[in-house]
């Protein structure tokens, strides 16, 4: 089955630097990809997502790349804020999964004032 | 859009007994819904998947006797939590998708706790 591994577990970065947190997949089939925003407390909240036949997708601060041929994909986050401190899960659709996700460990991102 | 919401945020309850979560989608219709638990410091681990009208799909090691999940309708999913023990004790997050749809919109989650 489907196996996604995220790095690093937790990042820190200062205010106005870039975050960059990465994934990879196992199955060459699955075909999306979403990045989640989990604050303290609250269900995780959909920040961008990508499909496996576009190669980056960007949404103002935050950008999304995928290497199918590697099997990874990254998010990009630039002019970090304290309000992007949070827990950040990537997952993958396997295809042939029905629409079941299969996520990533999580990475604590902290950023600094 | 895309608005999911949990009902209660918050419950403890005694040992033994049942609870009842509900997860709505106020604002598109939910054909298919999913159930997670989260312990602190990890991941989402998927419970089970429902489609309405039909049982629930559980994943290997879910109780389906101990965790009864209804998906009633286009926008109202419950999870029953039964004959609860402290080790039940965990966040309940639920998640759900429109027909045909890759995205799926998560609740704000459910923490139970049992004493």
């Known amino acids: 089955g489907e196996n996604v591994e995220q790095h690093p577990s937790t990042l820190s970065v200062q205010e106005g630097d870039s975050a960059v947190i990465k994934c990879t997949y196992s199955d060459s089939a699955s075909n999306y990809f979403p990045w989640y925003k989990q604050e303290l407390g609250k269900g995780p909240q959909l920040i961008i997502d990508i499909r496996s036949n576009v190669g980056e997708k960007k949404d103002q601060r935050i950008a999304v790349t995928l290497n199918k041929t590697a099997k990874h994909f990254s998010l990009h986050i630039t002019e970090t804020q304290p309000e992007d401190s949070a827990v950040y899960f990537c997952?993958?659709?396997?295809?042939?999964?029905?629409?079941?996700?299969?996520f990533g460990p999580g990475t604590r991102l902290s950023v600094l004032p | 859009g895309a608005v999911v919401s949990q009902h209660p945020s918050r419950v403890i309850c005694k040992s033994g007994t049942s609870v009842k979560i509900e997860c709505r989608s106020l604002?598109?219709?939910?054909?298919?819904m999913f159930w997670y638990r989260q312990f602190p410091k990890q991941s989402l681990m998927l419970m089970a998947t429902s489609n309405e009208g039909s049982k629930a799909t559980y994943e290997q090691g879910v109780e389906k006797d101990k965790f009864l999940i209804n998906h009633a309708s286009l926008t109202l999913s419950t999870l029953t939590v039964t004959s609860a023990h402290p080790e039940d004790s965990s966040f309940y997050i639920c998640?759900?998708?429109?027909?045909?749809?890759?995205?799926?919109?998560f609740g704000p989650g459910t923490r139970l706790t049992v004493t």
């Open positions: 998640s759900a998708s429109s027909g045909g749809s890759y995205e799926q919109y």
């Open positions: 997952a993958a659709r396997p295809r042939l999964y029905g629409q079941n996700f299969v």
């Open positions: 604002d598109f219709q939910a054909t298919t």
